[in-house]
């Protein structure tokens, strides 16, 4: 019995054909996605499509498209050996993440994927794309099981985890990178699974989260910052939990005012998470003096979390944890999403 995949198309490029009578861009059928891409003829799985009503933008992916992803995966989870997510490239990284966090559990496939150039295209990305992304999604080891088990998003011959990447070109074929891990599987001749980085949930039941709590703010340091322009992103009335995109390892400038912005809003109950904005590397509070603030006032290591990864996170967290659940969540790998 062939393996069955669902295809989701949310929109973006991937789905957009030329209209051969006004010459712009538009959607197709999805259902009629046989006729755009033959070759999916010759894979050995069944698949079935559904798109969201009106396709969105990646630019206005926001949680509530997040959670009805969410809802379309859990509703379909026991009919089919994986999913494939079809998604706009800008907010790719922060639908995978944002995913990730809402599955409990997860056991089969979700692979996100898009394209630079239009499917209709001549030299499009999507067609790969899209037929490789299906091959993984149906993918089983020799006992049967799915090798892949996470959100992972596959673009242009790499296969990487969710909520390890960002989108690292706006031109490039080759536009997600995942900085801090080294990517799932290889797609050559054959597709490579790097076995040993795959994740494994631990939890039996699979269950999905639909809550976010988007009172999150996030600020990228930068030298000279003028610090009154971001008060009211300290305002506990408004925020709840804060990103911080610090220098190097972590670093900050040396600042009362600022000191004192984040010892109020701590105190106040509020969460600050600080990551790096390098792209690669990771944050170690106190290894340099200008970063020993932040871990007397107990603003949360984020590793080498990903922005996409801790603006998901703590959206995530802070919307069913008390203030302590939420910093011990934050303080610890739940999905494969950093390391300490």
């Given at each position: 019995?062939?393996?069955?995949?669902?295809?989701?198309?949310t929109?973006?490029?991937?789905?957009?054909?030329?209209?051969p009578?006004?010459g712009?861009?538009?959607?197709?059928?999805?259902n009629?996605?046989?006729?755009h891409?033959p070759?999916?003829?010759?894979?050995?799985?069944?698949?079935?499509?559904?798109s969201?009503?009106?396709?969105i933008?990646?630019?206005?992916?926001?949680p509530?498209?997040?959670?009805?992803?969410?809802?379309l995966i859990?509703?379909?989870?026991e009919?089919?050996?994986?999913?494939v997510?079809l998604?706009?490239?800008?907010?790719?990284?922060?639908?995978a993440?944002a995913?990730?966090?809402?599955f409990?559990?997860?056991?089969?496939?979700?692979?996100?994927?898009?394209s630079?150039l239009p499917?209709?295209?001549?030299?499009?990305?999507g067609?790969?794309n899209l037929?490789?992304?299906?091959?993984?999604a149906?993918?089983?080891d020799?006992s049967?099981?799915?090798?892949?088990?996470?959100?992972?998003i596959?673009?242009?011959?790499?296969l990487y985890?969710?909520?390890r990447s960002?989108k690292d070109?706006?031109?490039?074929f080759e536009?997600?990178?995942s900085?801090n891990?080294v990517e799932?599987a290889?797609?050559?001749?054959?597709i490579?699974?790097?076995?040993k980085m795959?994740?494994?949930?631990?939890?039996s039941?699979?269950?999905?989260q639909?809550t976010?709590?988007?009172?999150?703010?996030l600020i990228?340091?930068?030298p000279?910052?003028?610090?009154?322009?971001?008060?009211?992103?300290?305002?506990?009335?408004?925020?709840d939990?804060?990103?911080?995109?610090t220098?190097g390892a972590?670093?900050?400038?040396a600042?009362?005012e600022?000191?004192?912005?984040?010892?109020?809003?701590i105190?106040?109950?509020?969460?600050?998470?600080?990551?790096?904005?390098?792209?690669?590397g990771?944050?170690?509070?106190?290894m340099?003096?200008?970063?020993s603030?932040?871990?007397?006032?107990g603003?949360?290591?984020?590793?080498?979390?990903?922005?996409?990864?801790?603006?998901?996170?703590?959206?995530?967290?802070?919307?069913?944890?008390s203030r302590?659940?939420a910093?011990?969540?934050l303080?610890?790998?739940t999905?494969g999403?950093v390391?300490?």
């Amino acid at each position: 019995m062939n393996p069955n995949v669902l295809i989701i198309y949310t929109g973006g490029t991937i789905g957009m054909i030329n209209d051969p009578q006004t010459g712009e861009l538009r959607s197709f059928d999805f259902n009629l996605i046989d006729q755009h891409v033959p070759e999916l003829n010759r894979l050995k799985v069944e698949m079935d499509t559904v798109s969201f009503e009106k396709p969105i933008d990646s630019s206005n992916m926001n949680p509530e498209h997040w959670i009805r992803i969410g809802e379309l995966i859990e509703s379909n989870y026991e009919q089919y050996d994986g999913f494939v997510v079809l998604h706009g490239s800008d907010t790719m990284a922060y639908t995978a993440s944002a995913l990730s966090f809402m599955f409990e559990g997860l056991k089969k496939p979700v692979i996100l994927t898009g394209s630079q150039l239009p499917i209709g295209t001549i030299r499009t990305d999507g067609k790969e794309n899209l037929i490789t992304a299906i091959e993984i999604a149906a993918s089983k080891d020799d006992s049967g099981e799915p090798i892949i088990q996470e959100v992972a998003i596959y673009f242009e011959y790499h296969l990487y985890r969710g909520n390890r990447s960002t989108k690292d070109s706006a031109s490039n074929f080759e536009a997600i990178k995942s900085p801090n891990l080294v990517e799932l599987a290889t797609a050559g001749v054959h597709i490579e699974y790097h076995r040993k980085m795959l994740y494994r949930s631990k939890v039996s039941e699979f269950s999905v989260q639909k809550t976010f709590n988007e009172r999150v703010g996030l600020i990228k340091l930068y030298p000279g910052i003028d610090l009154s322009i971001y008060k009211s992103v300290f305002d506990r009335s408004k925020v709840d939990g804060i990103v911080l995109e610090t220098f190097g390892a972590g670093n900050a400038p040396a600042s009362t005012e600022f000191e004192r912005l984040c010892t109020e809003f701590i105190s106040d109950g509020g969460i600050i998470l600080n990551i790096t904005q390098c792209s690669s590397g990771k944050v170690k509070h106190g290894m340099y003096e200008t970063s020993s603030m932040f871990k007397k006032l107990g603003v949360v290591s984020g590793g080498d979390m990903t922005t996409e990864a801790a603006v998901t996170k703590m959206m995530a967290v802070l919307a069913k944890e008390s203030r302590d659940e939420a910093l011990d969540l934050l303080s610890r790998n739940t999905r494969g999403e950093v390391a300490y």
